[in-house]
């Protein structure tokens, strides 16, 4: 699994539309349509945001990404 598929299905099990989980962490909608079609990978500062906004571990979110 690709860093933007985990963040795909951890947005969708939350139930965030792009632009909502954008908004949470200070990107725009591009970026997270980028980031889930792996055109680029966040940095590693969205990378805490994200985990904090899924209220998931570091190892939790990196647990299943190659």
Known sequence: ?????K?????LEK???QM???KMIGVSQ???DYWERNVNEPKASYIIALVKTFRISFDEFFSEIN
């Open 30 to 32: 591009k970026a997270i």
């Open 7 to 11: 963040i795909k299905e951890l947005r």
């Open 15 to 17: 139930a965030f539309t």
């Open 20 to 22: 909502q989980l954008a």
């Open 1 to 5: 699994m690709s860093i933007g598929d």
